[in-house]
């Protein structure tokens, strides 16, 4: 369990879920970038590998430096 230390209350509840909210979210949006990163054709396996690196060692800013950065060309892609 995530913040039980306390007992069972609702604020417990609304903590877990919140938590179970944003790992969801930050998971969805991972599989987006990684998608859309190989989904590229106009950059090197290079620059992939580089992101993909960065998207592992720096999980949060990673994903937020990419959809940033590369915001335009995802929405055409």
Do not use: C
């Amino acid at each position: 369990m995530f913040f039980f230390a306390e007992g069972f209350t609702f604020r417990n509840f609304v903590a877990d879920v919140f938590a179970v909210f944003l790992f969801v979210l930050w998971f969805w949006l991972l599989i987006i970038v990684i998608s859309d990163l190989f989904r590229r054709h106009d950059i090197s396996g290079w620059v992939k590998a580089i992101w993909v690196i960065a998207l592992i060692v720096f999980p949060y800013l990673g994903i937020f430096a990419y959809l940033i950065t590369q915001s335009r060309g995802m929405a055409e892609r």
